[in-house]
């Protein structure tokens, strides 16, 4: 991948030219761009796997959706909030105890454009400290919020030893019915697949997650009938490595 330097897509996004607007998309919000920071949006297309993710929390209602997983035998990745973390800390660890991986969502989950790269590496290591300190654990996992990404991002990730993850399919359940998430997701689902889903709201403590414990509840039964295998994203990256680094 060439590298392309900020003043070089600065320059070229206020030239005004239509190409260069969506050069700038892709770079900020594109799921399989390198530009500003490496990300995975997906696993081995020829293995029936699919890793089901989860951002925002943990919240007052992540405990309910813990429920619906282990009923189903299923395990997940959490992408956390420091700030919901350090709120939240015995959630944080009973998430952990379950089985599920932990990844970081940055600490407040702002978005990171327009920031400094002084400030997005901060964001960032905030998180990575907040989960370390209350699990033992250190992410290596990082997915931005709002999946939109900055310049500093790179030398963030590499410095905190991240790797990116995006999603092949999102669910809009801060918005949607349950039903309508689970639909959509049942219709673009394919080997590989990383799926979004949100335990959390950003860092409100007591979201209604109502419309994805329904789309879990309907979602899993019917892949796994499909024979889709669900697997945390460590097993689908990882599979020669441990689980989490300490």
């Given amino acids: 991948m060439v590298e392309i330097d900020q003043a070089t897509i600065t320059s070229v996004a206020t030239a005004g030219a239509p190409s260069a607007n ?38 007052m209602s992540t405990p309910a959706l813990l429920e619906v997983l282990a009923e189903h035998d299923v395990k997940a990745t959490f992408f ?11 959630i944080t660890r009973e998430v952990l105890a379950q089985g599920h991986d932990l990844g970081n969502h940055t600490e ?5 454009h327009f920031h400094s790269p002084e400030h997005v590496y901060r964001e960032i290591a905030m998180a990575q400290q907040s989960i370390r300190t209350v699990t033992g654990v250190r ?48 219709s673009r689902v394919q080997n590989g697949s990383i799926l979004c889903l949100h335990d959390g709201r950003g860092t409100i403590p007591s979201p209604d997650i109502r419309p994805t414990i329904e789309a879990v509840e309907m979602l899993v039964p019917r892949l796994i009938d499909r024979g889709y295998k669900f697997v945390t994203l460590t097993e689908m990256l990882c599979r020669n490595q441990s689980r989490s680094w300490r």
Wanted: hydrophobic share 40%.
């Fill in 22 to 59: 969506r050069l700038m998309t892709y770079a900020v919000r594109g799921r399989s761009s390198a530009i500003l920071a490496p990300s995975i949006y997906r696993g081995d297309p020829d293995k029936p796997e699919i890793a089901l993710t989860f951002d925002d929390g943990p919240s």
């Fill in 108 to 112: 407040s989950h702002n978005y990171l």
């Fill in 80 to 90: 956390m909030c420091g700030r919901n973390v350090r709120r939240f800390p015995a």
């Fill in 139 to 186: 992410p290596r996992f990082f997915r931005p919020p709002y999946g939109v990404r900055w310049f500093g991002l790179r030398g963030a990730q590499e410095k905190l030893g991240l790797t990116g993850v995006m999603w092949t399919v999102i669910g809009r359940d801060w918005k949607w019915s349950g039903p309508r998430v689970a639909r959509l997701m049942l």
